[in-house]
């Protein structure tokens, strides 16, 4: 069974550029999420899609950051302005139905803001 | 400001010691996971608890899940270099079931 793919793995931006995320959940996985991951913190949940809507994006910087999951499947997450205080690792995770079931991470895309 | 708080931080020991490392929150969860994560990969799931008072074995790793689905703990027996990595434990919501992880506890299990 193939995992969660994301990419790019590393991405180096000057702050106030734009940059997307991609992510491709395990084939059948309804619920995706995005996580910010901080050096030396846990995961943050920035937005949880059920298929192709959105559950929960109440710790999303909505003013410069956006998600979308067409079609239930693949999702981006786009960041424009970049701020400095965005660096870090960006993990995508899906699992079959929410936190019931367990979440499959893919290796994350580490952003460094310059 | 997490919702579990995960202690200790950080905890170095040498091979062959015992560990526990604590999860504990304020909310009530409908299950508990652990991950382990390793530098440059993301976590790993180790064990889902979902009912009060579960304790679950993994190996030389126990998983127990408090009475009242508030907090949990994890117990390494005779530690290993192996087991090196950053634990995380993440709670489980009702309903869509949001899943929110603690800050982590980072093992380093030297020879």
């Known amino acids: 069974e193939a995992g969660v793919a994301q990419s790019p793995r590393y991405k180096i931006i000057e702050k106030r550029q734009s940059v997307a995320f991609w992510c491709n959940p395990i084939s059948g996985h309804a619920t995706l999420y995005w996580y910010q991951q901080i050096l030396g913190q846990g995961p943050k949940l920035l937005i949880q899609f059920q298929n192709n809507g959105v559950?929960?994006?109440?710790?999303?910087?909505?003013?410069?950051?956006?998600?979308?999951?067409?079609?239930?499947?693949?999702?981006?997450?786009?960041?424009?302005?970049?701020?400095?205080?965005?660096?870090?690792?960006?993990?995508?995770?899906?699992?079959?139905?929410?936190?019931?079931?367990?979440?499959?991470?893919?290796?994350?895309?580490?952003?460094?803001v310059v | 400001t997490q919702l579990l708080e995960q202690s200790p931080q950080f905890l170095s020991i040498q091979e062959g010691e015992n560990l526990t490392v604590y999860c504990n929150s304020s909310s009530v969860f409908s299950s508990l996971q652990w991950y382990r994560q390793e530098p440059g990969e993301g976590p790993v799931l180790l064990v889902t608890v979902v009912t009060g008072g579960e304790v679950k074995k993994l190996k030389r790793l126990t998983f127990q899940f408090g009475d009242a689905r508030k907090d949990s703990s994890l117990h390494i027996t005779a530690a290993q270099p192996g087991d090196t990595g950053l634990y995380l434990c993440a709670g489980g919501g009702y309903s869509w079931g949001k899943l929110q992880f603690g800050a982590g506890t980072q093992v380093v299990v030297t020879p």
Do not use: M
């Not at chain 1, 995508?92 to 580490?110: I, K, N, P, V």
């Open chain 1, 55 to 112: 559950v929960d994006d109440s710790q999303l910087p909505k003013d410069r950051f956006s998600a979308e999951r067409l079609k239930g499947v693949d999702s981006t997450l786009k960041i424009q302005p970049a701020k400095l205080e965005d660096s870090a690792v960006y993990l995508c995770a899906s699992s079959l139905d929410g936190g019931r079931t367990e979440a499959f991470f893919g290796q994350g895309t580490r952003l460094t």
